[in-house]
């Protein structure tokens, strides 16, 4: 019997096969069979993994229209949104750094009557259709240019409801909101309670480049603890504004309050309490508002302590 060295030496010492042309033939249809079929488990499986992340995706929004709590306005799900849409384009990436500007509504009902299609402004609140709407839209507007924007959207009046509170008191739930909010986030900058206005649109509305766009009022409580420093910020936004669209800031408010009527801006010194329009603005105007206000805070964002 031959050893294995034998056997390597006569295949080393003997002719090289010529295979016949129809084994050549055959022996590439296969090869192109297989890469074919290869080919379509790799696009099957890349189709598995773009319906899998869209399915996560539309799970998330939906966990998020039925679940109330603080709507994070951050980067990781706009990144997965843009990197699932994106093909031939270049988006630019949202920015995933910590939140420097927080976004709440104490009255989150507050609403409009062309959106609700009433008449009657003492009912121009909705559950659902309000001015969380607006801040939303506000923070998404931030996020675009990069300035990472967290975005509140409790249901502070359902819990009043629910816990059978006072109106008036849906500051001392939202206080506890804006505590949290600063405990976890040390890198903000700016705080923001956004309302609408309960008077006449006349008074709420003002004329820009042939469009109407809602005026924006800062109110300040004189009683909290950080009123000089809210105060100095909230005349930046105004002379931020009057500079850049004259006639649309209503001015800085201040207010002595009542107990209740602090804002929450002992909490901290970049804290402004906002009205963009009022209840006779519609839905499209008060987006206008919200561009305006995006456009100074970019502006004054840098200038904060």
């Known amino acids: 019997m031959q050893t294995d060295k034998e056997l390597l030496d006569n295949i080393k010492n003997s002719f090289e096969l010529e295979p016949r042309p129809e084994f050549v033939r055959e022996t590439k249809r296969k090869l192109i069979t297989e890469a074919n079929r290869s080919n379509k488990r790799y696009q099957f499986q890349k189709k598995m993994k773009y319906t899998l992340a869209t399915a996560l995706t539309l799970t998330f929004i939906i966990w998020l229209s039925f679940y109330n709590g603080t709507e994070y306005v951050t980067s990781s799900f706009q990144t997965l949104l843009s990197t699932i849409n994106q093909k031939n384009t270049v988006n630019t990436p949202i920015n995933s750094s910590e939140p420097t500007v927080f976004i709440y509504h104490t009255h989150n009902t507050e609403s409009f009557m062309p959106l609700l299609d009433i008449e009657d ?45 006072q109106y008036n008191e849906s500051y001392s739930l939202s206080r506890e909101i804006v505590k949290d909010v600063l405990d976890k986030h040390e890198n903000l900058k700016l705080v923001l309670d956004i309302h609408r206005d309960s008077i006449d649109r006349d008074s709420t509305t003002t004329n820009i480049d042939e469009a109407e766009v809602p005026k924006i009022s800062i109110i300040i409580s004189e009683n909290n603890s950080k009123y000089e420093e809210n105060l100095k910020v909230a005349e930046l936004f105004h002379e931020t504004l009057e500079n850049k669209y004259p006639g649309v800031s209503r001015g800085v408010s201040t207010t002595e309050g009542s107990n209740s009527g602090i804002y929450n801006q002992d909490l901290f010194q970049n804290s402004l309490l906002i009205q963009i329009g009022g209840i006779g603005n519609t839905l499209e105007e008060e987006y206008k508002g919200a561009k305006i206000l995006s456009e100074v805070i970019i502006d004054i964002l840098d200038k904060l302590e």
């Open 121 to 165: 402004p003492d009912k121009a609140h909705d559950d659902e259709k309000n001015i969380t709407m607006v801040g939303k839209h506000l923070a998404n507007l931030l996020e675009q240019e990069g300035i990472p924007t967290l975005h509140d959207n409790t249901d502070i009046m359902k819990q009043i409801e629910n816990d059978g509170l």
